[in-house]
């Protein structure tokens, strides 16, 4: 009976032995599982601490992108096409869920090539930039130097426009001591009433600037009503940008000294006494003039 109950004891003991030892183990596993569960929980928090920086990086990244400017549409286009890859990686990462140190760290090395990539654009959109102003500056210059190129050309034109008028001025002939009085067929000075031929005498003053050779000179006279007394009905010649009728005409050689000219209109009966004008032209020019009275 004794025995029995010896053999019952060691079982007891030995079964809370066991049962001690596994309470032991339990206690181990829990609390190595909890933290084992802390541990998880912590790098989880980690995770995604590092995957709200990267999504930060990403917007800050397209906004980097959007902030270059640039002329040229190949640049534009490769902008275009790397903020494509931006955004579609940044919807890759809404739909990460593997929560790995492995896929974060695929995402640094992309976005570190995106970074790599904007940083040479920077580069190449500042040396553009650089380039377009440097041009811009030559054009301005370049358009100053035209402008400056222009004016001078005006100005020289201006100057040989004045020096071409004084030229024409210096040379134009001089009529001077314009008389104009009715001749007998003898020449001789006489009256209205026995008037043949009006005369008119004048000096072409001395003037070396003056073209050589032969010239017309034409007389224009006006009668006291106003009307010119025409030597035909075909008798006109150019003055300026116009047509004039002329009374009588005069061929002469000049040739820079002075010269006593005198031209005749043979009286067509329609003179009457009044004041005359007597204007002189040559060559496009009015030389002389003076009036005259016919009593």
Not at 152 to 180: H, P
Not at 214 to 219: E, G, S
Request: glycine share 4%; with cysteine.
């Amino acid at each position: 009976m004794e025995e029995k109950a010896t053999v019952k004891s060691k079982k007891d003991t030995t079964l809370w032995i066991v049962i001690g030892a596994l309470a032991v183990i339990l206690v181990i596993l829990s609390v190595f599982f909890l933290i084992e569960h802390k541990e998880n929980k912590a790098n989880m928090e980690a995770i995604m601490a590092e995957k709200e920086v990267l999504q930060q990086e990403l917007t800050d990244l397209s906004h980097d992108y959007d902030n270059l400017q640039t002329d040229n549409d190949t640049l534009n286009a490769k902008l275009a096409h790397e903020q494509e890859k931006i955004a579609e990686l940044m919807e890759r990462m809404k739909k990460f869920q593997n929560n790995s140190y492995a896929e974060i760290s695929r995402y640094k090395k992309e976005i570190g090539t995106l970074k790599s990539v904007l940083r040479s654009y920077v580069v190449q959109i500042d040396s553009l930039n650089q380039l377009n102003q440097k041009l811009l500056a030559e054009n301005t210059e370049v358009k100053k130097q035209m402008t400056w190129v222009r004016e001078r050309n005006k100005t020289l034109e201006q100057r040989t426009e004045e020096m071409a008028q004084t030229l024409e001025k210096a040379g134009t002939l001089n009529a001077e001591a314009i008389r104009v009085y009715p001749i007998n067929k003898r020449d001789k000075e006489t009256t209205l009433r026995k008037c043949y031929q009006l005369k008119t005498e004048f000096t072409l003053g001395r003037n070396v600037t003056a073209k050589r050779g032969a010239r017309t000179i034409y007389l224009r006279i006006i009668r006291p009503d106003g009307e010119v007394i025409a030597a035909s009905s075909k008798s006109f010649f150019k003055f300026q940008n116009t047509s004039l009728t002329y009374s009588a005409r005069r061929e002469i050689e000049y040739e820079g000294e002075r010269l006593d000219v005198a031209i005749y209109w043979p009286n067509d009966g329609s003179l009457s006494k009044g004041e005359y004008t007597a204007d002189l032209f040559c060559d496009n020019q009015q030389i002389g003039t003076t009036k005259f009275i016919l009593k």
